[in-house]
Protein backbone atom coordinates (compact mmCIF):
# COMPACT_ATOMS: atom_id res chain seq x y z
CA UNK A 1 0.00 0.00 0.00
CA UNK A 2 1.63 3.33 -1.66
CA UNK A 3 1.23 5.67 1.55
CA UNK A 4 2.91 8.45 -0.97
CA UNK A 5 2.47 8.78 -4.25
CA UNK A 6 4.04 10.80 -7.08
CA UNK A 7 1.81 10.13 -9.91
CA UNK A 8 4.16 12.14 -12.48
CA UNK A 9 7.06 9.60 -13.33
CA UNK A 10 9.26 12.86 -14.76
CA UNK A 11 8.41 16.16 -15.79
CA UNK A 12 10.31 18.40 -18.35
CA UNK A 13 10.01 22.10 -18.56
CA UNK A 14 11.99 25.12 -19.64
CA UNK A 15 14.87 26.95 -18.11
CA UNK A 16 13.58 29.70 -16.33
CA UNK A 17 9.92 28.78 -16.52
CA UNK A 18 7.82 27.11 -13.42
CA UNK A 19 8.47 23.81 -12.01
CA UNK A 20 5.18 22.14 -9.73
CA UNK A 21 6.11 18.77 -8.42
CA UNK A 22 3.05 16.98 -6.67
CA UNK A 23 3.14 14.53 -4.19
CA UNK A 24 -0.51 13.01 -2.59
CA UNK A 25 -0.85 10.87 0.38
CA UNK A 26 -3.20 8.64 2.22
CA UNK A 27 -1.86 8.80 5.94
CA UNK A 28 -3.68 11.16 7.78
CA UNK A 29 -1.62 10.94 11.01
CA UNK A 30 1.54 12.37 8.71
CA UNK A 31 2.29 15.60 10.55
CA UNK A 32 5.44 16.32 8.61
CA UNK A 33 6.29 16.37 4.96
CA UNK A 34 9.88 16.81 3.34
CA UNK A 35 11.05 17.10 -0.11
CA UNK A 36 14.47 15.90 -1.50
CA UNK A 37 16.81 16.07 -4.36
CA UNK A 38 18.42 12.90 -5.56
CA UNK A 39 21.34 13.08 -8.65
CA UNK A 40 22.24 9.50 -9.89
CA UNK A 41 24.88 7.41 -7.67
CA UNK A 42 24.20 9.85 -4.72
CA UNK A 43 22.67 10.07 -1.53
CA UNK A 44 19.76 12.35 -1.01
CA UNK A 45 19.83 15.83 -0.37
CA UNK A 46 17.41 17.33 1.62
CA UNK A 47 15.60 20.56 0.15
CA UNK A 48 12.59 21.67 2.19
CA UNK A 49 10.34 20.56 4.52
CA UNK A 50 6.73 21.75 5.93
CA UNK A 51 4.67 21.08 9.08
CA UNK A 52 1.44 20.14 9.12
CA UNK A 53 0.25 23.37 11.40
CA UNK A 54 1.17 25.67 7.61
CA UNK A 55 0.18 25.44 4.45
CA UNK A 56 3.32 26.97 2.53
CA UNK A 57 6.98 27.68 3.37
CA UNK A 58 9.70 29.03 0.95
CA UNK A 59 13.49 28.64 0.74
CA UNK A 60 14.82 31.33 -1.76
CA UNK A 61 13.61 29.26 -5.31
CA UNK A 62 11.45 26.68 -4.05
CA UNK A 63 8.26 26.79 -2.45
CA UNK A 64 6.24 23.83 -0.68
CA UNK A 65 2.28 23.92 -0.37
CA UNK A 66 0.20 21.91 1.71
CA UNK A 67 -3.54 20.91 1.23
CA UNK A 68 -4.36 18.79 4.06
CA UNK A 69 -8.12 18.59 3.13
CA UNK A 70 -7.25 17.10 -0.22
CA UNK A 71 -4.04 15.17 1.33
CA UNK A 72 -1.50 17.12 -0.87
CA UNK A 73 1.22 18.69 -1.45
CA UNK A 74 3.45 20.42 -4.07
CA UNK A 75 6.85 21.41 -4.49
CA UNK A 76 7.15 24.63 -7.19
CA UNK A 77 10.90 25.60 -8.31
CA UNK A 78 10.65 29.43 -9.78
CA UNK A 79 12.61 30.00 -11.68
CA UNK A 80 13.77 26.46 -12.68
CA UNK A 81 17.58 25.94 -13.93
CA UNK A 82 19.45 23.31 -15.60
CA UNK A 83 20.82 22.25 -12.14
CA UNK A 84 17.58 21.78 -10.59
CA UNK A 85 18.02 18.44 -13.34
CA UNK A 86 17.03 15.25 -10.74
CA UNK A 87 14.70 13.21 -9.35
CA UNK A 88 12.63 14.68 -6.76
CA UNK A 89 11.59 12.55 -3.42
CA UNK A 90 8.15 13.45 -1.22
CA UNK A 91 8.18 12.24 2.23
CA UNK A 92 6.22 12.22 4.95
CA UNK A 93 6.87 11.19 8.76
CA UNK A 94 4.15 10.63 11.82
CA UNK A 95 5.75 11.65 14.67
CA UNK A 96 2.54 10.14 16.21
CA UNK A 97 4.27 6.88 15.67
CA UNK A 98 7.70 7.39 17.75
CA UNK A 99 9.65 6.85 14.89
CA UNK A 100 12.34 8.74 12.34
CA UNK A 101 10.91 6.40 9.74
CA UNK A 102 10.03 8.34 6.75
CA UNK A 103 7.69 6.86 3.84
CA UNK A 104 8.75 8.06 0.20
CA UNK A 105 6.99 8.40 -3.11
CA UNK A 106 8.52 6.75 -5.72
CA UNK A 107 9.81 9.89 -6.86
CA UNK A 108 10.06 12.54 -10.24
CA UNK A 109 12.61 12.96 -12.64
CA UNK A 110 12.83 16.58 -13.29
CA UNK A 111 14.60 17.80 -16.61
CA UNK A 112 15.17 21.24 -17.00
CA UNK A 113 15.98 22.40 -20.74
CA UNK A 114 18.19 25.22 -21.37
CA UNK B 1 31.37 18.55 10.37
CA UNK B 2 31.45 15.31 8.31
CA UNK B 3 28.43 14.12 6.98
CA UNK B 4 26.83 10.18 6.79
CA UNK B 5 29.47 7.94 5.73
CA UNK B 6 28.62 4.41 4.17
CA UNK B 7 31.28 2.11 3.13
CA UNK B 8 31.60 0.37 0.68
CA UNK B 9 30.09 2.53 -2.31
CA UNK B 10 30.20 -0.16 -4.88
CA UNK B 11 29.75 -4.25 -3.50
CA UNK B 12 29.14 -7.41 -5.90
CA UNK B 13 28.21 -10.57 -4.70
CA UNK B 14 27.11 -13.88 -5.90
CA UNK B 15 23.63 -15.03 -4.90
CA UNK B 16 23.83 -16.89 -1.92
CA UNK B 17 26.59 -15.21 -0.21
CA UNK B 18 26.16 -12.70 2.57
CA UNK B 19 26.91 -8.95 2.95
CA UNK B 20 27.72 -6.41 5.86
CA UNK B 21 27.23 -2.79 4.88
CA UNK B 22 28.70 -0.07 7.27
CA UNK B 23 27.14 3.41 8.22
CA UNK B 24 28.83 6.22 10.34
CA UNK B 25 26.21 8.63 11.33
CA UNK B 26 26.90 12.93 11.49
CA UNK B 27 28.77 13.41 15.10
CA UNK B 28 26.27 13.50 17.30
CA UNK B 29 23.72 11.84 15.89
CA UNK B 30 22.21 9.06 17.57
CA UNK B 31 19.41 7.99 15.23
CA UNK B 32 20.20 5.81 12.08
CA UNK B 33 17.83 4.15 9.65
CA UNK B 34 18.34 2.58 6.49
CA UNK B 35 16.44 2.48 3.33
CA UNK B 36 16.60 0.44 0.03
CA UNK B 37 16.58 2.26 -3.48
CA UNK B 38 15.26 -0.43 -6.51
CA UNK B 39 13.65 1.69 -9.87
CA UNK B 40 10.66 2.54 -9.68
CA UNK B 41 10.29 1.38 -6.03
CA UNK B 42 11.21 4.96 -4.41
CA UNK B 43 13.13 4.53 -1.29
CA UNK B 44 11.77 1.62 0.98
CA UNK B 45 12.52 1.88 4.90
CA UNK B 46 14.35 -1.15 6.29
CA UNK B 47 14.98 -0.15 9.60
CA UNK B 48 15.55 2.44 12.49
CA UNK B 49 18.09 2.27 15.44
CA UNK B 50 18.39 4.46 18.51
CA UNK B 51 20.86 3.98 21.29
CA UNK B 52 21.76 0.31 20.41
CA UNK B 53 18.17 -0.44 20.17
CA UNK B 54 16.32 -1.21 17.27
CA UNK B 55 12.99 1.34 17.40
CA UNK B 56 11.64 0.30 13.94
CA UNK B 57 11.58 -2.74 11.30
CA UNK B 58 10.25 -2.07 7.53
CA UNK B 59 8.28 -4.75 5.92
CA UNK B 60 11.68 -6.91 4.57
CA UNK B 61 12.77 -10.50 5.07
CA UNK B 62 14.34 -12.04 8.14
CA UNK B 63 17.43 -11.95 5.95
CA UNK B 64 18.07 -8.46 6.61
CA UNK B 65 19.49 -7.43 9.91
CA UNK B 66 20.91 -4.77 11.52
CA UNK B 67 22.60 -3.42 14.67
CA UNK B 68 23.89 0.10 16.10
CA UNK B 69 27.18 0.47 18.34
CA UNK B 70 28.06 2.49 21.09
CA UNK B 71 29.50 5.14 18.99
CA UNK B 72 25.66 5.12 16.96
CA UNK B 73 28.11 3.84 13.97
CA UNK B 74 25.57 1.06 12.41
CA UNK B 75 25.97 -1.93 10.07
CA UNK B 76 23.00 -3.72 8.26
CA UNK B 77 23.19 -7.55 6.84
CA UNK B 78 21.86 -9.39 4.28
CA UNK B 79 22.47 -13.10 4.45
CA UNK B 80 21.75 -15.51 1.79
CA UNK B 81 21.95 -12.63 -1.14
CA UNK B 82 18.62 -12.98 -4.19
CA UNK B 83 19.24 -11.31 -7.19
CA UNK B 84 16.52 -9.22 -6.20
CA UNK B 85 18.21 -7.89 -3.34
CA UNK B 86 20.68 -5.85 -6.07
CA UNK B 87 19.51 -2.16 -5.19
CA UNK B 88 21.46 1.16 -3.26
CA UNK B 89 21.05 0.99 -0.14
CA UNK B 90 20.98 4.25 1.96
CA UNK B 91 21.73 5.36 5.37
CA UNK B 92 20.34 8.20 6.92
CA UNK B 93 21.00 10.00 10.76
CA UNK B 94 19.22 12.53 12.58
CA UNK B 95 20.26 14.42 15.55
CA UNK B 96 16.83 13.57 16.81
CA UNK B 97 15.48 10.39 18.53
CA UNK B 98 12.29 8.87 17.96
CA UNK B 99 9.21 10.99 18.78
CA UNK B 100 11.01 13.65 19.59
CA UNK B 101 8.88 16.71 18.76
CA UNK B 102 11.83 18.76 17.06
CA UNK B 103 10.88 18.32 13.32
CA UNK B 104 14.01 17.78 11.11
CA UNK B 105 15.25 16.12 8.63
CA UNK B 106 17.25 13.40 7.72
CA UNK B 107 20.80 13.25 6.53
CA UNK B 108 21.48 10.76 3.99
CA UNK B 109 24.98 8.96 2.95
CA UNK B 110 26.09 8.27 -0.76
CA UNK B 111 24.84 4.84 -0.37
CA UNK B 112 26.33 1.41 -0.90
CA UNK B 113 25.39 0.21 -4.59
CA UNK B 114 25.09 -3.53 -4.44
CA UNK B 115 25.28 -6.00 -7.33
CA UNK B 116 24.08 -9.50 -6.99
CA UNK B 117 24.91 -11.58 -9.45
Known amino acids: DQQVKQNSPSLSVQEGRISILNCDYTNSMFDYFLWYKKYPAEGPTFLISISSIKDKNEDGRFTVFLNKSAKHLSLHIVPSQPGDSAVYFC?????????????FGTGTLLAVQP | KAGVTQTPRYLIKTRGQQVTLSCSPI?????VSWYQQTPGQGLQFLFE???????NKGNFPGRFSGRQFSNSRSEMNVSTLELGDSALYLC????????????????FGQGTRLTVV
Open chain 2, 49 to 55: YFSETQR
Open chain 2, 27 to 31: SGHRS
Open chain 2, 92 to 107: ASSPVGPGDSMNTEAF
Open chain 1, 91 to 103: AARNYGGATNKLI
